[in-house]
């Protein structure tokens, strides 16, 4: 048995598992995190998407077209777009343009995090409401009080107003281990 993100697999059943598939568009998403999510034992997924979701799948943390999926995507693996392809390359053309990405698997976790459901429960939370600055997702969410909250900001040096766009997966890491670290046990 092999531990992999603390999760045991077994391993040796098959070697460089790749999958390569158009994906409808409206099931992309729940398609790739299930993959993720299982651990299986890929090496990478290639796709074709519609470019939008392209461009959210493979965007940089703290980039501007961040989003949950994200963070989540850059987690388990090294996001790259491989091709633009425009929609005028099918016959008949679809209304959207799509583009070809490929997810390299990580092998180890790029963050240290105390627990993985509190570090998703997090990122979950900063984007609940897209507008709103971090510390507010954070609060509606329930995950810290007011006084908390702003102990989380000290001891996480992040700025006042920011969003969960504008942090690094580090970041993240960071406000997770702080939340994992401050659970009142009961």
């Known amino acids: 048995m092999q531990k992999k993100y603390g999760a045991e697999k077994q391993t040796g059943k098959y070697d460089q598992v790749k999958i390569v598939a158009n994906l409808p568009y409206y099931i992309t998403t729940p398609i790739i995190m299930k993959l993720l999510e299982e651990r299986l034992e890929i090496e ?12 959210r799948l493979t965007a940089k943390p703290g980039d501007k077209m961040a989003g949950a999926i994200t963070y989540s995507v850059c987690y388990y693996t090294i996001p790259k777009e491989v091709v633009f392809v425009p929609k005028n390359s099918f016959i008949p053309a679809p209304e959207v343009d799509s583009a070809v990405i490929q ?7 790029p963050v240290a995090l105390a627990s993985e459901k509190d570090f998703f429960a997090v990122i979950k939370a900063s984007f609940m ?6 510390k507010n997702g954070l609060q509606n969410a329930k995950l810290f009080g007011k006084e908390e909250i702003q102990e989380l900001y000290q001891v996480c040096n992040l700025p006042e107003n920011c969003r969960g766009e504008n942090l690094s997966l580090e970041q993240f890491a960071q406000i997770a281990n702080y939340y994992t ?3 009142k046990k009961d």
């Not at 990478?44 to 461009?55: F, P």
Request: no cysteine; glycine share 0%.
């Open 44 to 55: 990478h997924i290639t796709v074709m998407v519609q470019k939008e979701v392209a461009d």
């Open 103 to 109: 997810l390299q698997t990580r092998k180890e976790s």
């Open 129 to 134: 409401q897209r507008r709103k600055t971090l």
């Open 181 to 183: 670290s401050h659970q």
